[in-house]
């Protein structure tokens, strides 16, 4: 009985130094700073700042705490059935620098991506208000697509990751039932056994 709730113990423990890191971070947000041309147009480069930050008492960027030394920033853009990655350069501050390309008119989704760290395994969130109509002559009256799912492109998502540590305790702990539940401890009895009536 005191190997059961040993191992009981240890698995809990397990469970939570992998889940607590990501439970505890604090929520990432993304604004931007600068963006120049204003009037973007496909294919030519846009020069864009932004800031990372953590919310504050209010939903403004201004009253929230700017966020630096995040891994692995980048801007992603998805549209027209495309994604494309831009990296960014750190400027201090919990801003960041890039220069990104829309590749043709239409509505496109801007994403920032960071990596694992201390504010989780990395995710995605929207930048500013998540999305953009390029090409102004086409987009009287059209919104930007700021609904766009986030697509499957190999890197680990918080969803991924929380999923695939619960899929991980349950393994131990349904393994651990079985090797000091009835099961296990039958085997290992009817092996003795065996090794009994042999000698």
């Avoid at 480069?45 to 939903?59: I, N």
């Avoid at 994604?83 to 620098?97: H, L, N, S």
Wanted: include cysteine; proline fraction near 6%; glycine fraction near 12%.
């Amino acid at each position: 009985m005191t190997k059961i709730a040993l191992t009981f113990l240890l698995l809990f423990m397990m469970a939570a130094a992998v889940l607590a890191p990501a439970a505890a971070a604090e929520q990432l947000h993304s604004n931007v700073v600068a963006w120049t041309p204003k009037d973007v147009q496909p294919a030519e480069p846009v020069a864009v700042v932004l800031q990372l930050y953590t919310a504050g008492a209010s939903p403004y960027p201004n009253d929230g705490k700017p966020v630096a030394a995040v891994n692995d920033i980048e801007v992603l853009i998805r549209g027209e059935g495309q994604t494309r990655r831009f990296a960014t350069e750190e400027i201090g501050g919990g801003r960041y620098r890039t220069e990104i390309v829309f590749p043709t008119n239409g509505g496109w989704d801007i994403r920032v991506r960071y990596g694992p760290g201390s504010y989780g395994p990395g995710d995605e969130i929207q930048l500013g208000k998540g999305g953009i109509c390029v090409g102004a002559e086409i987009c009287d009256g059209e919104q930007p697509a700021q609904d766009v799912r986030a697509q499957a492109d190999g890197r680990p998502s918080t969803t991924i990751a929380v999923a695939l540590g619960l899929v991980t305790i349950i393994a131990l702990v349904t393994t651990a039932l079985i090797w000091f539940g009835g099961l296990g401890r039958r085997r290992r009895l009817a092996g003795h056994v065996r090794v009994a009536r042999d000698a």
